[in-house]
Nanobody
Framework: QVHLVESGGGLVQAGGSLRLSCAAS????????LGWFRQAPGKEREFVAA????????DYPDSVKGRFTVSRDNARNTVYLQMNSLKPEDTAVYYC????????????????WGQGTQVTVSS
C-alpha cells in the first residue's frame, strides 16, 4: 500500500557528500516513521537513521552520527538522507523504509521498503 523509491545514490570520493531521496506513493506516510538502512556486501543490514512522523525525533547510530542527517517533507511524501564526510565504509545499498511507529532502529518495525540505491565511496 506504500511504494517507496530511493534515488540519489552514486559514486563519490571519500569526504564528499550525497543526498538520498525516498519518495512515497500509494498512501501518505505523513503519519509513518521513516527510516534508512544500508547493506554492504557480506554484511548484515544496518540501521542508518530514523525520523518520526512529526519530524521531531531523529535517531542515528554512532557510526554516522554527526555526518548524516535525516529529514522529511510530508507535503511531498518524501524522506531525505544527507550524507556528509563520507567514508569508504559507508559504501552500501541504501534502503528507505516506512512504518506505523514513532521511530525505530529495528528493521522489523518497518512495513514498507524501497528497492535500494547504491552508494559507493572511493578512497
Amino acid at each position: 500500500q506504500v511504494h517507496l523509491v530511493e534515488s540519489g545514490g552514486g559514486l563519490v570520493q571519500a569526504g564528499g557528500s550525497l543526498r538520498l531521496s525516498c519518495a512515497a506513493s500509494g498512501r501518505t506516510v505523513s503519519n509513518y516513521a521513516l527510516g534508512w538502512f544500508r547493506q554492504a556486501p557480506g554484511k548484515e543490514r544496518e540501521f542508518v537513521a530514523a525520523i518520526s512522523w512529526s519530524g521531531g525525533t531523529t535517531d542515528y547510530p554512532d557510526s554516522v552520527k554527526g555526518r548524516f542527517t535525516v529529514s522529511r517533507d510530508n507535503a511531498r511524501n518524501t524522506v531525505y538522507l544527507q550524507m556528509n564526510s563520507l567514508k569508504p565504509e559507508d559504501t552500501a545499498v541504501y534502503y528507505c523504509a516506512a512504518g506505523p511507529h514513532h521511530s525505530s532502529s529495528w528493521s522489523y518495525e518497518y512495513e514498507y521498503w524501497g528497492q535500494g540505491t547504491q552508494v559507493t565511496v572511493s578512497s
